[in-house]
Every structure is written in C-alpha cells, then in structure tokens.
C-alpha cells in the first residue's frame, strides 16, 4: 500500500468515527436546541442540498486546481463547523451548521474519490473500493456506541469536542498528503 493511499485511509477512517460519534444522536440534539420534527429535516435537506450541488462543481474544480488541497480545505472545515455545534442554540444556527458542514463535504467527498482511485495500488476495483467503505463503516458503527456512552456520561458539548478534536487530528495526518505531492 502506498503511503498515500494509507494516509488516505487512516484520515478517512479517523473522520468517518468523529461523524459517527453523533450518528442518529442527531435527532436528540435538534430536540435538545428546541428543534421540532421540520426543524430537524429542513436541517438534513440543507446539508445534503448544499453537498450535492457544490459536489458537482468542486469535483471539476479538483481536477483544474488539485484534489489534495480541496481535501485538507474540506477537512478543515469539517472540524470548524463540528466545533460550531457547541454553539448551536436555535434552530437557524443549526441550519447554519449544517449548510457548513455540507460545503466541507463537498469539497472533502469527491477529492478523496478522486485521489484514493489515483492513489491505490489494488489490481481490482472491488477490492479497492470494498476496502475503503468497509473501513468507513465498521468505524462508523464503533463510533455510534462510542458516541451514546459519550453523551449519556456527559454532554453534547462533550461530544462535539471530541468529536472536533478527532477531525482535527485527521485534517493534520490528510496535510501530509499535501507535502508527499
């Protein structure tokens, strides 16, 4: 494995655990900031509105100016906006977030793609992409338990720290990428 396919994957494996940590907590937070039912779907539909369109552009804007840059930018901002809900009080701050939260996707989700596929030294497409998405999700899985022990012991607040710190730390192992370049 190249190393950096194997930065690629510990990041990657490293963020998809900090987004698991809330996983369907989502709904319990909405409710906990005075959010009702419509407040916390309208909150989802912005995030994957705001994702899906930027996603389109930004994957033709990685493929002029540098997936590896996009990256780190989208990684970033992931930790910015995670740090963000510990300051969430209303619904509209919410939708903030999470208009946020769907720009650093867009610009993390297709570079990764792109640079992943680029990067990967697997004979087979099934083997290499079987292995990123498994990795993803038993991360993602852990997380979700991880994340319900974390908020039943503490707080959200607690929570998004954690989590905050995690995408940090995974947005510092994805600037190597930039420097292997």
Do not use: C
Not at 94 to 99: D, I, M, P, T
Not at 151 to 172: D, E, N, R, W, Y
């Amino acid at each position: 494995m190249r190393t950096e396919e194997r930065i690629l994957l510990v990041s990657s494996n490293i963020w998809m655990f900090s987004d698991g940590l809330l996983g369907p907590l989502f709904a319990v937070y909405a409710a906990q900031i005075g959010g009702d039912i419509l407040d916390i779907t309208m909150s989802w539909a912005i995030f994957l509105i705001v994702t899906g369109i930027l996603t389109i552009y930004i994957g033709k804007l990685g493929d002029k100016v540098g997936h590896e840059k996009l990256l780190v930018l989208g990684y970033a901002l992931n930790a910015v906006f995670t740090f963000a809900y510990m300051f969430i009080d209303t619904a509209i701050g919410l939708f903030v977030v999470q208009a946020g939260l769907g720009v650093s996707l867009a610009l993390a989700n297709p570079t990764w793609l792109a640079l992943y596929d680029k990067y990967s030294q697997a004979k087979k497409d099934g083997d290499l992409w079987g292995n990123a998405e498994g990795q993803g999700n038993i991360s993602m899985g852990i997380a979700t338990m991880v994340g319900g022990f974390i908020v039943s012991a503490t707080s959200f607040k607690i929570l998004f720290l954690v989590m905050g710190i995690l995408q940090t730390f995974a947005t510092i192992i994805q600037l190597k990428i930039l420097y292997k370049k």
